[in-house]
């Protein structure tokens, strides 16, 4: 019985589509209306070892236009995002900080994909060391700010610099509590080989990730994906880590963005710049209608 390859094949391709067409829309956000602030929230967390007089002094702003920055769009069209800013001024005694932004009394549970367009802007000093952050399972109710040099921890995050020159240009923070960050460096960009994160220079002395053929830096597409017990984060499409999560530690909670500065520094005019989030799953009704066809399909083909 013959098999009608054509129909196979054009199956087989509605099932590789699957993943990025059949997604229901939770959450998005693309800053433009300048009301972003009134539907998001903010956290912060310094070292533990700063004076009690140290406060956080970065910044956030829900309507930034990035071009003022010469920065293009992240998507062809409009300018404004999120730009979030640590490091501020230059405080007495240790001051590095993590800020993060997250959708004001949201949560999620596997399966859900989370992405953003992130620009981690160095704004020409060099050296900034300074981390895109991107993460989930933030607890509302206590949201932290993942810092390696904090107190605790708690949220599953990822982080990356945005220019190199860090001895972890990619880390994670996972299972942290209130005497952990959970902060574990994962490579810097010189010893990931050349070609593994599209759009980041790596695999050679100096690498300079997203900044390596812009000073500047980069847009880089951000992404969570956490389906069944496994959560993965990519860069540009490229997987970078994965968390397993059968365990259990993580069930449920918000998603979130930020930058994070792990050094007693003045941040200057650098920062994050956020853009076009969104939160979805996978739609088990346009699944079904795929998958139903594919049926249908190859049914048909065995028939003639």
């Known amino acids: 019985m013959k098999l009608n390859t054509w129909r196979l094949g054009a199956c087989l391709t509605a099932l590789a589509l699957l993943p990025g067409a059949a997604r229901a829309a939770l959450f998005s956000e693309n800053f433009n ?6 539907r998001w929230s903010a956290a912060s967390q310094t070292e533990a070892t700063a004076q009690p007089t140290t406060l956080p002094d970065g910044s956030v702003n829900f309507a930034f236009d990035y071009s003022s920055l010469g ?7 409009d300018t404004v995002g999120a730009f979030i800013q640590v490091n501020n001024t ?14 004001t009394g ?17 704004d020409g000093s060099g050296g900034t060391t300074e981390l895109g952050l991107v993460g989930a399972y933030l ?22 610099v945005g220019e190199g020159g860090s001895t972890a240009d990619l880390a994670a923070f996972t299972e942290g509590n209130a005497s952990s960050t959970g ?29 390596g053929l812009n000073a500047s830096g980069s847009w880089v597409k951000v992404r969570i994906e956490a389906a069944g017990s496994t959560v993965k984060w990519f860069l540009n499409g490229s997987l970078v880590d994965t968390y397993d ?11 979130f963005l930020g930058a994070s500065d792990p050094f007693n520094s003045v941040n200057a005019a650098g920062g994050t710049v956020v853009d076009n989030v969104t939160v979805t799953v996978p739609e088990p009704a346009a699944a079904c209608l795929v998958c139903c066809g594919v049926v249908l399909a190859l049914a048909a083909g065995r028939r003639r």
């Open 90 to 103: 230059d405080q007495a005694g240790d001051e590095g900080e993590s800020y993060v932004i997250f959708p």
């Open 33 to 38: 209306d300048g009301l972003a602030a009134s």
């Open 71 to 77: 920065i293009p769009s992240a998507n062809g069209g």
């Open 245 to 255: 999560n059968s365990g259990g530690f993580y069930t449920a909670g918000n998603v």
């Open 139 to 160: 607890n509302n109710a206590d949201p932290i700010a993942p810092y390696q040099w904090g107190s605790r921890g708690g949220p599953l995050a990822w982080g990356y």
């Open 106 to 122: 949201q949560s999620y549970a596997s399966p859900f994909v989370l992405e953003a367009d992130m620009y981690v802007y160095n």
């Open 183 to 211: 902060y574990a460096a994962l490579s810097d960009y010189d010893d990931v080989p050349a070609g593994n994160i599209s759009g980041f220079e790596t695999g050679v002395s100096g690498s300079g990730g997203p900044a």
